[in-house]
């Protein structure tokens, strides 16, 4: 079968790197993204065809087209990603896919900032709440990057940023911070033991 969607040009507008989209009748379908300075990027789909099993040894294959491949992303959702009328897309429905990939980041943050409300656990903002909040520059207390563990430099266990002493091995990674608290001798009163200790000859003449 020839004719409309047999090829068409997958549009994507948003910078961020999607993982490659499963489609059990069609294979991995990776969305190319828009490489820094680049207003957009395309990505190439071709229609193929299904088979259907029905029953006593007996199938029936069927077209799906190029721009059905791409007609499941969910209702009401918007990533970025459409398919364009031509081989590239028009200033008309780029402006569109803006607004409405806009509009869908704005109705995410929304719902985070409703969750927010309600409960003050970030473990209930999603990471796309967040990829929207970031993409539309906007400040929240709900926004924040979680940062990867550390290594010990001594037994290499992961421990947190900031840590004065490994629990793991006991090794020692911020001394004065670890003196604050108690946990070593404060370096400063073993100084001053010392210089005592070079002044009492002097204080005996």
């Not at 926004?143 to 900031?162: S, T």
């Not at 004065?176 to 073993?190: D, H, N, S």
Request: glycine residues 8%; aromatic residues 6%.
């Amino acid at each position: 079968m020839t004719g409309e969607s047999e090829i068409v040009s997958l549009v994507n507008i948003s910078a961020e790197k999607w993982p490659p989209r499963q489609r059990t009748y069609f294979g991995s379908l990776d969305v190319r993204s828009p490489e820094p300075g680049e207003p957009y990027a395309v990505t190439m789909i071709r229609g193929c065809s299904g088979v259907m099993d029905l029953g006593d040894k007996r199938t029936m294959e069927y077209r799906i087209t190029a721009r059905e491949i791409n007609s499941d992303s969910g209702e009401g959702s918007f990533h970025g990603v459409f398919v364009a009328a031509g081989a590239a897309p028009t200033k008309t429905e780029l402006a569109d896919a803006r607004r409405r990939l806009e509009e869908f980041q704005r109705r995410l943050v929304a719902a985070a900032d409703l969750e927010w409300e309600r409960t003050k656990n970030p473990m209930f903002i999603t990471d796309l709440e967040r990829r929207a909040a970031r993409q539309l520059g906007l400040e929240k207390p709900w926004l924040y990057d979680a940062k990867p563990l550390a290594e010990c430099p001594v037994c290499a266990e992961k421990i947190k940023h900031g840590v004065a002493v490994c629990r793991s091995c006991g090794a020692i990674l911020d001394r004065e911070k670890a003196a604050q608290y108690g946990l070593v001798p404060a370096e400063k009163t073993v100084k001053n033991r010392q210089d005592a200790g070079k002044q009492q000859p002097e204080a005996g003449k």
